[in-house]
C-alpha cells in the first residue's frame, strides 16, 4: 500500500541529490539514474550514480515499518543494480522511526547451508533517525532538513529547530521550492507526531498554509462546512456558492500539491484541471496524487 511519505521520499532526492549525496557522506557529484531494477515488479527507492574516477552507486531504501524480509530485499536491489549497470552498489537504509526498527537488521545479511556453514554475506548501513542528533542534519543540504523532526529530538525542542529550518529554508529556498520543502516536513512529521501537534507547530509557518498537505486542507474545510451548517439544508445559493469555493481550492491544492511531485503541469494538464470541478471527483484526485508516478497518469486515472 502506498503512503503520501513513499511519494515524497522518492521527490526528495530526485529534486536534491547532491543533498541525499552529502547525508550518506558522499562528496563526489552525483546524478539520479533509474531505479527500476527488473522487468517484473522490484524496484529500489532512489539510486544515484556516483561521478568519481571509479563510478559506483549509491542506492537509498527508506523504510517506515519493521519488515523481516527487509536485508533480503535490499540485496536483491544491490545485486540488480550492480548486474545492470557493471559498477559496485552501496546500500543505504534509512529506518524513519523505532517502528521499523528490529533485531535481524544488523547491516549484514548471512545465507547459510542447512548445516549453518555461510555461502553468502552481504553489508549494507543501516541509518536509524531517531538516533541522529539534529545538527547532524539541519547542518546538511537543503533536501534533507525535512527529516530534523525524526531525529533525536524531545517536543519542547521542537519549536526551536523548526525555527532554524525557516531561516535556512527562507534564506536558501525559492518560494516553490520551500513549499515543497514544508510539505515533505508536514507529511514527515506525520510518521512520528499526531497531526493536532504538527498543525500548531507549524502554524507559524509563512509558508505552511500553502504548502500543508490535502489531508490537513480537506478536513479543515470540512470542519468549517460542519460549523456553518453546510450540511444541515442550508439555503441551495449559499451552499452552492460555497461548494464552487471548495472546488476552487480543491484544485488550486491539487495543482500545488501536484507541481511539487511531478513538476510543472503542461498547458494541457492545467485545462484538464480547470475542467474537473465536481468536489468528490477532485477529492479522490487528491487522495490519489500520492500514488501515481505523474500528471497524465494521475488524470487518466481520475474516473
Do not use: C
Request: hydrophobic share 40%; charged share 25%.
Amino acid at each position: 500500500m502506498s503512503h503520501p511519505f513513499d511519494a515524497i521520499l522518492k521527490h526528495l532526492p530526485q529534486a536534491y541529490p547532491q543533498d541525499w549525496a552529502r547525508f550518506a557522506g558522499v562528496s563526489a557529484p552525483v546524478s539520479v539514474i533509474d531505479a527500476d531494477v527488473s522487468t517484473v515488479t522490484a524496484a529500489a527507492d532512489k539510486v544515484l550514480w556516483v561521478e568519481e574516477p571509479h563510478p559506483w552507486i549509491l542506492h537509498l531504501e527508506f523504510q517506515a515499518s519493521h519488515d523481516p524480509t527487509l536485508g533480503s530485499r535490499v540485496l536483491h536491489y544491490n545485486v540488480l543494480l550492480g548486474v545492470r549497470h557493471k559498477v559496485p552498489v552501496r546500500s543505504l537504509v534509512i529506518l524513519l522511526r523505532p517502528e521499523a526498527d528490529g533485531r535481524d537488521l544488523t547491516g549484514t545479511v548471512h545465507w547459510s547451508w542447512p548445516s549453518g556453514q555461510t555461502y553468502l554475506t552481504f553489508e549494507y548501513v543501516p541509518i536509524r533517525l531517531w538516533q541522529l542528533p539534529p545538527e547532524a542534519v539541519l547542518g546538511g543540504g537543503l533536501g534533507t532538513l525535512p527529516l530534523v523532526p525524526l531525529t533525536k529530538v524531545s517536543r519542547p525542542e521542537l519549536q526551536g529547530l523548526i525555527q532554524q529550518m525557516v531561516q535556512r529554508i527562507h534564506r536558501e529556498a525559492d518560494r516553490p521550492a520551500a513549499s515543497s520543502l514544508w510539505t515533505a516536513t508536514y507529511i514527515l512529521m506525520g510518521l512520528e507526531y499526531d497531526k493536532e501537534f504538527t498543525q500548531h507547530l507549524l502554524r507559524g509557518v509563512r509558508a505552511m498554509k500553502e504548502s500543508v498537505t490535502y489531508q490537513a486542507i480537506l478536513e479543515e474545510g470540512r470542519e468549517e462546512g460542519r460549523e456553518e451548517g453546510v450540511k444541515k439544508g442550508v439555503k441551495k445559493g449559499v451552499k452552492k456558492g460555497r461548494a464552487e469555493g471548495r472546488s476552487d481550492e480543491a484544485q488550486r491544492i491539487l495543482l500545488r500539491l501536484g507541481t511539487t511531485l511531478f513538476g510543472k503541469p503542461s498547458p494541457k494538464v492545467r485545462r484538464a484541471l480547470r475542467q474537473v470541478t465536481d468536489l468528490d471527483v477532485l477529492e479522490a484526485l487528491l487522495l490519489r496524487v500520492v500514488k501515481v508516478r505523474s500528471w497524465t497518469e494521475l488524470l487518466d486515472d481520475r474516473a
